[in-house]
Protein backbone atom coordinates (compact mmCIF):
# COMPACT_ATOMS: atom_id res chain seq x y z
CA UNK A 1 0.00 0.00 0.00
CA UNK A 2 1.37 3.37 -1.16
CA UNK A 3 0.04 6.57 -0.37
CA UNK A 4 -1.53 8.31 -4.15
CA UNK A 5 0.13 11.45 -3.16
CA UNK A 6 3.57 9.70 -3.72
CA UNK A 7 3.06 8.05 -6.83
CA UNK A 8 4.52 8.98 -10.40
CA UNK A 9 3.66 8.71 -14.05
CA UNK A 10 5.21 5.31 -15.26
CA UNK A 11 4.38 3.48 -12.02
CA UNK A 12 2.13 1.05 -10.78
CA UNK A 13 -0.89 0.77 -9.09
CA UNK A 14 -4.23 -1.55 -8.63
CA UNK A 15 -7.47 -0.95 -9.82
CA UNK A 16 -10.66 -3.05 -10.04
CA UNK A 17 -7.91 -5.99 -9.26
CA UNK A 18 -5.90 -5.58 -12.80
CA UNK A 19 -2.61 -4.23 -12.40
CA UNK A 20 -1.78 -0.67 -14.68
CA UNK A 21 0.30 1.60 -15.61
CA UNK A 22 0.05 5.43 -14.52
CA UNK A 23 -0.20 7.82 -17.62
CA UNK A 24 -1.23 10.93 -16.13
CA UNK A 25 -1.71 12.54 -12.84
CA UNK A 26 -3.06 15.46 -11.58
CA UNK A 27 -3.82 17.46 -8.33
CA UNK A 28 -6.36 20.43 -7.28
CA UNK A 29 -6.27 22.35 -4.30
CA UNK A 30 -7.98 21.89 -1.16
CA UNK A 31 -11.26 22.98 -1.09
CA UNK A 32 -13.51 24.43 1.33
CA UNK A 33 -14.04 21.42 2.93
CA UNK A 34 -12.21 18.77 2.45
CA UNK A 35 -8.49 17.87 1.01
CA UNK A 36 -6.80 18.08 -2.06
CA UNK A 37 -7.60 15.26 -4.27
CA UNK A 38 -5.84 13.53 -7.00
CA UNK A 39 -6.71 12.53 -10.38
CA UNK A 40 -4.96 9.09 -11.97
CA UNK A 41 -5.31 8.06 -15.25
CA UNK A 42 -4.36 4.70 -16.04
CA UNK A 43 -4.22 1.52 -18.16
CA UNK A 44 -4.37 -2.30 -18.01
CA UNK A 45 -1.31 -3.80 -18.59
CA UNK A 46 -3.18 -7.00 -19.77
CA UNK A 47 -6.50 -5.89 -20.80
CA UNK A 48 -5.63 -2.33 -22.32
CA UNK A 49 -8.48 -0.53 -20.93
CA UNK A 50 -8.35 3.31 -19.49
CA UNK A 51 -9.56 4.08 -16.39
CA UNK A 52 -9.64 7.09 -13.58
CA UNK A 53 -9.13 6.86 -10.07
CA UNK A 54 -10.27 9.98 -8.18
CA UNK A 55 -9.12 9.93 -4.59
CA UNK A 56 -7.97 12.56 -1.49
CA UNK A 57 -4.59 12.78 -0.88
CA UNK A 58 -4.13 11.03 1.82
CA UNK A 59 -5.64 7.85 -0.02
CA UNK A 60 -3.60 4.60 0.39
CA UNK A 61 -3.65 2.65 -3.07
CA UNK A 62 -2.56 -0.95 -3.86
CA UNK A 63 0.95 -1.44 -5.63
CA UNK A 64 1.39 -4.72 -7.75
CA UNK A 65 4.95 -6.67 -7.41
CA UNK A 66 5.47 -6.68 -10.86
CA UNK A 67 8.50 -9.48 -12.66
CA UNK A 68 9.62 -9.00 -16.13
CA UNK A 69 11.55 -12.07 -17.30
CA UNK A 70 13.22 -13.83 -20.55
CA UNK A 71 11.81 -16.91 -22.04
CA UNK A 72 12.45 -18.81 -25.55
CA UNK A 73 10.19 -19.32 -28.10
CA UNK A 74 10.05 -22.90 -27.95
CA UNK A 75 7.03 -22.87 -30.75
CA UNK A 76 4.87 -20.62 -32.14
CA UNK A 77 0.98 -21.91 -32.65
CA UNK A 78 -1.30 -19.19 -34.77
CA UNK A 79 -1.90 -16.94 -32.17
CA UNK A 80 0.32 -18.54 -29.15
CA UNK A 81 3.78 -19.06 -28.76
CA UNK A 82 4.84 -21.93 -26.21
CA UNK A 83 7.73 -20.22 -24.27
CA UNK A 84 10.18 -21.44 -21.49
CA UNK A 85 11.89 -19.41 -18.59
CA UNK A 86 15.84 -18.91 -19.40
CA UNK A 87 15.91 -18.81 -15.54
CA UNK A 88 13.58 -21.62 -14.29
CA UNK A 89 13.10 -23.48 -17.48
CA UNK A 90 9.42 -23.48 -16.46
CA UNK A 91 7.27 -24.17 -19.90
CA UNK A 92 3.88 -22.42 -20.64
CA UNK A 93 2.08 -20.89 -23.53
CA UNK A 94 1.10 -16.96 -24.15
CA UNK A 95 -1.01 -15.33 -26.47
CA UNK A 96 1.31 -13.37 -29.10
CA UNK A 97 0.26 -9.37 -28.77
CA UNK A 98 -0.93 -7.84 -32.12
CA UNK A 99 1.99 -5.97 -32.89
CA UNK A 100 4.54 -8.86 -32.32
CA UNK A 101 2.87 -11.29 -34.98
CA UNK A 102 4.88 -12.59 -37.89
CA UNK A 103 8.42 -11.24 -35.69
CA UNK A 104 8.00 -13.99 -33.05
CA UNK A 105 9.94 -16.48 -34.14
CA UNK A 106 11.14 -20.23 -32.78
CA UNK A 107 14.61 -20.03 -31.04
CA UNK A 108 14.09 -16.02 -30.45
CA UNK A 109 13.89 -14.64 -27.16
CA UNK A 110 10.81 -12.41 -25.84
CA UNK A 111 10.38 -10.45 -22.49
CA UNK A 112 7.19 -11.37 -20.69
CA UNK A 113 5.42 -9.32 -17.82
CA UNK A 114 4.27 -11.39 -14.78
CA UNK A 115 1.17 -9.69 -11.93
CA UNK A 116 -0.90 -11.12 -10.11
CA UNK A 117 -0.91 -14.52 -11.24
CA UNK A 118 -0.84 -13.59 -14.62
CA UNK A 119 1.75 -13.06 -17.78
CA UNK A 120 1.91 -11.69 -21.16
CA UNK A 121 4.56 -11.44 -23.86
CA UNK A 122 5.98 -7.93 -23.87
CA UNK A 123 8.42 -7.63 -26.48
CA UNK A 124 11.10 -9.07 -28.48
CA UNK A 125 14.43 -9.35 -26.59
CA UNK A 126 17.38 -8.50 -29.24
Same mark, same amino acid.
Given at each position: ?????????????????? &?????????? *? &?????? @????????????????? $??????????? &??????? @???? *? $????? @?????????????? &????????? /??????????? @?????? /??????
Amino acid at each position: MVEIGKLKKGRFIIVDDE &PCRIINMSSS *A &PGKHGH @AKYKVDVIGIFDGHKRT $VVKPSGAKVEV &PIIERST @AQVL *A $VMENS @AQLMDLSTYETFEL &PVPMELRGE /IKEGSEVVYIQ @ALGRRK /IEQLKG
